[in-house]
């Protein structure tokens, strides 16, 4: 598909687009678990799939925003349990000489295939656009070097971070190649991390990098979408410097904000919080707390209605069900 004209027909409509990052539920629905989703492409797929047929009302599928699959191809231990997001367990390098003999891996390694199955499998058989996932450089490193010590070390041994973020980079550029070669129509790329950086070195240590990635992999086919749940608005300006198609804010953004401080032809998205609106709060409250978003964003015509960042196992189907009725109520008002 042409991903640019799909973007520019989402910012032409009356209507406020909806998309959510969310895979979990899918796989609720599957009666199967989280760690068989992120060992398993099929069960991906299976859970993407499944998901989109019970709500259809998303303009998009995305995959789950797991931030450590690229991590363990680097060898990170993990953490797995069975219901459970995976996290990495302690450092994989800490010092320039393990950065320096640090080896740049291939896409065979750990789980990267079977993600590259799941979205080659949601490409083919969803009918509408699907986005990958993948982590960005800086918050890559850190789950690498540690996130506290890759801080210190910005200012202490900026030369090693840097060589980090490079092998950390030519990694990512060939994931998001493969990614693109599976036929989706884009990758939410997670930089969370970055948002513990002032807007400077955020830039720096961040959007340099991320950049380098939108130049070989951005086409018209194909839509690097930023993400940063960091942001709470003293960095928007480095993250726009990447030249993504679109930027995917967390719920500590004002998202008023953001649409001012973001081009007016690129997706601005978020920003429900995924636990405490999604998970944790009423059916009445998730309607309540979606149409106020919509009441503050929803007329800007490059606003795109969204969580906050992947929403978490066990989102209850109730509170989906609030969220999307708030989204149509609006849109029905804004066709009359």
Not at 189 to 216: F, K, N
Not at 217 to 235: E, K, M, R, T
Request: hydrophobic share 40%; glycine share 8%; charged share 20%.
């Amino acid at each position: 598909m042409n991903t640019t004209q799909w973007i520019q027909s989402l910012i032409g409509e009356r209507r406020c687009p909806v998309i959510p990052i969310m895979t979990h539920p899918g796989i609720e629905l599957l009666g199967k678990k989280v760690i068989d989703a992120v060992t398993d492409g099929q069960v991906h797929f299976e859970a993407i799939d499944a998901l989109n047929r019970r709500f259809p009302q998303s303009d998009a599928c995305t995959v789950i925003m797991d931030l450590t699959v690229e991590a363990e191809a680097f060898g990170a231990r993990l953490h797995m349990d069975d219901n459970e997001v995976p996290s990495v367990v302690g450092r994989l390098v800490s010092d320039r000489a393990g950065v320096e003999a640090l080896a740049v891996p291939g896409l065979d390694r750990g789980r990267v295939p079977e993600y590259l199955k799941a979205n080659r499998l949601a490409a083919q058989h969803i009918g509408k656009p699907v986005f990958g996932g993948c982590i960005g450089p800086y918050s890559l490193a850190g789950r690498l070097f540690d996130m506290t010590e890759i801080m210190m070390a910005i200012y202490t041994e900026p030369e090693t971070v840097n060589l980090l973020l490079e092998k950390c980079t030519r990694f990512l550029t060939d994931y998001c190649r493969a990614i693109r070669e599976a036929g989706v129509a884009g990758v939410i790329l997670a930089e969370p991390a970055a948002g513990l950086l002032p807007d400077d070195l955020c830039r720096d240590y961040s959007s340099v990098y991320v950049r380098r990635i939108v130049e070989a992999v951005q086409d018209d086919s194909f839509a690097v979408i930023l993400h940063n749940c960091g942001n709470s608005g003293h960095c928007t300006p480095a993250m726009v410097y990447t030249g993504a198609k679109g930027y995917h804010f967390g719920n500590k953004m004002d998202m008023k904000a953001a649409l001012n401080d973001c081009p007016a032809d690129t997706l601005v998205m978020g920003n429900l919080d995924p636990v405490g609106v999604f998970k944790m709060a009423t059916p009445q409250e998730v309607e309540q707390a979606t149409a106020v978003l919509l009441g503050e964003c929803g007329d800007h015509a490059n606003f795109v209605l969204s969580s906050g960042c992947d929403t978490p196992p066990e989102v209850p189907f109730d509170n989906i069900e609030a969220f999307y009725r708030a989204a149509e109520r609006f849109n029905r008002g804004r066709e009359l």
